[in-house]
């Protein structure tokens, strides 16, 4: 069991780009949590996602971000017209159902805007 | 608003010490606590968990203490040893929040050889 994949591990983008973080849940997993860690603070909540279905997106910021997590392939996070505060780790994590608290996250994405 | 903190910022410790990582929370509701430890470079690893019907829980060289009267909880490690260094997180959550996690802002253990 490979765990939770996330590419890429880093990702330099350019003020105004879009950037797209990606996520593979461990197998069998098809719940979704993504999670925002600015340097030296805890991660902090953004979204819950079902196969095809937003759970909770009370964490994510109302504009430029969304995330998706279609029928096949993984969770995607994108982030439109990155700003610098955006740069930051961004995990992601999975679980077999919806109350199942300790789940495993993936190494990270992280993010620079320059 | 509800939080989850921890009291000092970094704990170095002489290795085979035991160590004791502190966490306050605040929000009453939550029934559900969770210790992770993260490396540098790497995402939070699960260490061990308990639930607010129990006051104390044991794993291997671990101990997770829960005060619920005072909203405090404690992580002890035994004998620590150099691949204990790390940043070590409490997190919490209740039943219903679908398992979203609030976490601290973590505390950074370094073992002295």
């Known amino acids: 069991n490979a765990g939770v994949m996330q590419n890429p591990r880093h990702l330099v983008r350019r003020r105004g780009q879009e950037a797209r973080l990606r996520c593979s849940p461990m197998k069998g997993h098809s719940h979704v949590y993504w999670y925002r860690q600015l340097p030296e603070e805890g991660l902090k909540f953004m979204v819950y996602l079902q196969k095809e279905n937003i759970i909770d997106e009370s964490g994510m910021p109302k504009e430029r971000f969304s995330a998706e997590f279609p029928k096949e392939g993984p969770s995607i996070l994108r982030i439109q017209q990155v700003v610098r505060g955006d740069s930051a780790a961004y995990f992601c994590a999975s679980s077999p159902g919806r109350e199942n608290y300790g789940y495993t996250f993936g190494s990270g994405t992280r993010l620079t805007v320059v | 608003g509800e939080s989850v903190g921890l009291h000092l910022p970094t704990l170095s410790v002489q290795e085979g010490d035991n160590s004791i990582i502190n966490c306050a929370y605040s929000?009453?509701?939550?029934?559900?606590f969770i210790w992770y430890k993260q490396e540098s470079g790497k995402g939070p690893q699960f260490i061990i968990d308990?639930?607010?019907?129990?006051d104390k829980r044991q794993g291997q060289r671990v101990t997770v203490l829960l005060n619920k009267t005072v909203k405090h909880l404690s992580l002890q490690i035994a004998a620590t040893q150099p691949g204990d260094s790390a940043v070590y997180f409490c997190a919490e959550t209740y039943t219903g929040a679908n398992s979203k996690l609030t976490f601290g802002k973590g505390i950074t253990l370094s073992v002295r050889p």
């Open positions: 308990i639930r607010s019907n129990m």
């Open positions: 929000n009453s509701a939550s029934d559900y």
